[in-house]
């Protein structure tokens, strides 16, 4: 089971999933959600996460794919569950990639709505970096 997490205001409603569900047609490819306003409360994000994972009760190999913060979930969840993951232009450490956007306003794709990224949205998820990146990563990275 192949499961695609988005980046920071986007969602698993994307031509990204719908792209990933056409080239593995023979897996079962889902889109979890998590809320960018909520990002204050990593706990919250992280179990909602896992319980959308949950829900499908996958009982082969799981396979995690992340754009942006979304390879950041992945990593985190990658690590929970023991199994591989692939990230695509990935926000690796937010501490250091997200800095410039304390105070900005920010705006969900999808709905328009918009929200203040706040110094505790980043310290929350900083305070999960460490020891993340300990297993063999498949990273790719746009250039230009």
């Not at 956007?101 to 998820?125: P, R, S, V, W």
Request: net charge positive; proline share 3%.
């Amino acid at each position: 089971m192949i499961f695609y997490i988005h980046g920071l205001n986007a969602s698993a409603n994307s031509e990204k999933l719908k792209k990933l569900q056409a080239f593995f047609k023979e897996e079962t490819v889902a889109g979890l959600e998590y809320d960018s306003k909520a990002l204050d409360n990593y706990d919250k994000v992280f179990h909602h996460l896992r319980a959308q994972i949950d829900s499908f009760k996958p009982s082969n190999p799981l396979l995690l794919i992340g754009t942006s913060l979304g390879g950041y979930w992945s990593s985190q969840l990658s690590n929970y569950y023991q199994c591989k993951k692939v990230l695509l232009n990935p926000c690796l450490f937010p501490s250091k990639m997200m800095a410039y956007k304390i105070n900005q306003e920010q705006t969900i794709y999808e709905t328009g709505e918009t929200y203040i990224f706040t110094q505790k949205m980043l310290d929350a998820l900083s305070k999960k970096e460490k020891n993340l990146y300990k297993e063999k990563t498949l990273v790719f990275l746009e250039m230009g």
